[in-house]
Every structure is written in C-alpha cells, then in structure tokens.
C-alpha cells in the first residue's frame, strides 16, 4: 500500500511537468487543484493541492508504520480524531479570517490525518484478505 501511496504523490508531481496536463485531468476528480494552494515544480502546479499531496504522502509513511507496530483500535480513533479536529481547525480559522493560505499549516495537518487513517486502511484490507482466504479455503473444503 505504501507504494501505492507513494506513487499517487509521485503522479502529482509529474501532473506538473510540461506534457503533465493528462495526469492533472485524473487528479482533479479528487482535488480542486487551486494553483495558489499547490505545491510547484518549475512554476507548474502539482496535480493535488498542499493538503491532498501530504495526506497521500502521510498514508504511504503510515502504512509501514503501523504495519510494523501494534496499535490499540482505541489509540488508532484517537489519533484519526485529533488529526481530523486539528484539519477541520486549520480549515475554520483560515475561513474566519485568522490567516490565509499557510501551506505550511496545510501540509501539517494532512500529513498527520494521512498517517491516522492508513491504519484503518490497513485494517480493513487486513481483514478483507483474511476474509478472501477463509473464504478460498471453505469454498476449497466443500
């Protein structure tokens, strides 16, 4: 999974390249890509904004993470709410005027929020492969 994630944030940066635009058109069903909002390569925009690079980047990075370490369901919410409460404040005070387009603030807090939800990406797959293969070996058993 981490080299999915990791390659999805490589994309993006391609998307940036002078013949990028292909790539920019498969990320903007899952970014607004505001320019002023993205990270740039030679003046070029990303294909995923600030936020959206660094939650994919958090997801590759978490994935190894908690495959490697066990993490109680309980710490895994708590960290997956917090993430989520310090993005969704980022988000409220730039709206309220406190300040505007810090994307350092926006790299921040995707990136903690990415890393939160691989462990229930990981989960889930886990559990849906553990699913696949009980169901081999019943449907093998009959």
Same mark, same amino acid.
């Given at each position: 999974?981490?080299?999915?994630?990791?390659?999805?944030?490589?994309?993006?940066?391609?998307?940036?390249? +002078?013949?990028?635009?292909?790539?920019?058109?498969?990320?903007?069903?899952?970014?607004?890509?505001? +320019?002023?909002?993205?990270?740039?390569?030679?003046?070029? +925009?990303?294909?995923?904004?600030?936020?959206?690079?660094?939650?994919?980047?958090?997801?590759?990075?978490?994935?190894?993470?908690?495959?490697?370490?066990?993490?109680?369901?309980?710490?895994?919410?708590?960290?997956?709410?917090?993430?989520?409460?310090?993005?969704?404040?980022?988000?409220?005070?730039?709206?309220?005027?406190?300040?505007?387009?810090?994307?350092?603030?926006?790299?921040?807090?995707?990136?903690?929020?990415?890393?939160?939800?691989?462990?229930?990406?990981?989960?889930?797959?886990?559990?849906?492969?553990?699913?696949?293969?009980?169901?081999?070996?019943?449907?093998?058993?009959?």
């Amino acid at each position: 999974m981490a080299a999915f994630f990791m390659l999805v944030c490589a994309l993006a940066v391609v998307a940036a390249l +002078p013949d990028g635009n292909s790539v920019r058109y498969v990320f903007a069903t899952v970014c607004h890509q505001d +320019p002023s909002r993205c990270h740039r390569l030679a003046g070029r +925009p990303f294909g995923l904004c600030v936020r959206c690079w660094w939650i994919y980047l958090g997801l590759a990075v978490g994935h190894p993470g908690f495959a490697g370490f066990r993490v109680p369901e309980k710490w895994a919410i708590r960290f997956v709410a917090g993430a989520a409460g310090l993005l969704l404040a980022d988000v409220a005070l730039e709206m309220l005027g406190a300040y505007d387009n810090l994307k350092g603030t926006r790299a921040v807090t995707g990136f903690l929020f990415g890393v939160a939800c691989s462990w229930f990406i990981l989960r889930g797959l886990t559990e849906w492969l553990g699913t696949q293969k009980t169901n081999k070996i019943d449907y093998e058993s009959n």
